[in-house]
């Protein structure tokens, strides 16, 4: 689960001073003194008690930064932009935790807060319990390394505890390890993080799991790759297909080879066209394609 790190002091901080500082040092997980710093300047910020408040009331009243609003929806708060190009970039956001006592929970659902809904992350973060008793979660660990990463596929995930981010608990999310289950708070809470950003973070999926099954469900990090070969195979053009089969074959990224197999089997007139399309996917030469393959044969 989570690293929890220990690191009481009774110092605080402003929003821009915790900025300031993180952005001097960055955040990099991979090392210690690095997550330390990082960890501390959070420290700092989550003992200023007024910080948030006074923030929301500003863009309220439409004295605060427009230009910092969430692309997140309305369940992550961004506090600061990261400053790219710069080592080790990292921004920091406010996530928003409504219990089931919440009209927004109420109209919404449980799902729409990623309640219940297992995953891991393909970032390091760390976060801390900011005010509200914090969300629980029942957290896992798996081999990322390990995983092809299809729907369907065997996870391996080990069950480690469950627990609550209570205010005050402070903790490193190491990406592509933890995997956590949430539920919601018995009222509304706040977490802040620092989040990493990693240009190559892209590259590198996000999966949510099955735990009934055991298994990898699908990826939550969108491809928008993957829609428009789709879209361009559907539409009919002779060059989209020779694409997609060039794509099948040598796309660097498996969920394109993959999508490039979907996008064709969409077309296929029959299911022995499809069978031998699929077939062809198991013998791509790609573990993930293979196993995904196999599947949608079995399925027909
Ligand atoms: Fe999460």
Redesign the pocket.
């Known amino acids: 689960m989570p690293l929890v790190i220990d690191n009481p002091s009774a110092e605080s901080c402003s929003l821009p001073e915790c900025i300031e500082a993180l952005a001097e040092t960055g955040f990099d997980a991979q090392d210690p003194a690095s997550t330390a710093n990082a960890a501390l300047w959070l420290r700092r910020l989550a003992n200023n008690r007024s910080f948030l408040g006074d923030l929301l009331v500003d863009r309220l009243t439409g004295a605060g930064d427009d230009a910092l609003a969430s692309g997140y929806g309305p369940q992550a708060i961004i506090l600061s932009r990261p400053r790219t190009g710069r080592k080790n970039a990292a921004f920091l956001r406010a996530a928003i935790w409504p219990s089931p006592r919440d009209h927004v929970f109420q109209t919404s659902g449980a799902a729409s807060f ?1 309640y219940g809904a297992p ?1 891991d ?1 393909n970032f390091d973060f760390l976060t801390v319990g900011y005010c509200g008793p914090g969300y629980a979660s029942d957290y896992y660990e798996y081999d990322y390394g390990a995983v092809a990463g299809y729907p369907h596929e065997e996870a391996g995930l080990s069950f480690i505890e469950r627990s609550t981010l209570a205010p005050g608990k402070l903790m490193l ?1 190491r990406r592509h390890l933890d995997v ?1 289950s ?1 539920l919601p708070p018995e009222s509304l809470s706040v977490s802040i993080n620092v989040m990493r950003l990693d240009p190559a973070q892209g590259w590198f999926d996000q999966h949510g799991f099955d735990l009934e099954a055991g298994t990898v469900a699908r990826w939550l990090n969108p491809n928008a790759g993957e829609a428009f070969l789709r879209v361009a195979v559907a539409s009919g053009s002779a060059a989209a297909l020779d694409y997609a089969e060039w794509a099948g074959r040598h796309h660097p990224s498996e969920r394109l080879r993959l999508a490039s197999f979907d996008a064709r089997a969409d077309q296929c007139g029959d299911a022995a066209e499809a069978d031998a399309l699929w077939r062809a996917g198991e013998l791509s030469g790609s573990r993930m394609v293979a196993g995904a393959a196999a599947a949608r044969r079995a399925a027909l």
């Open positions: 990623v995953h992350h999310y956590h949430q």
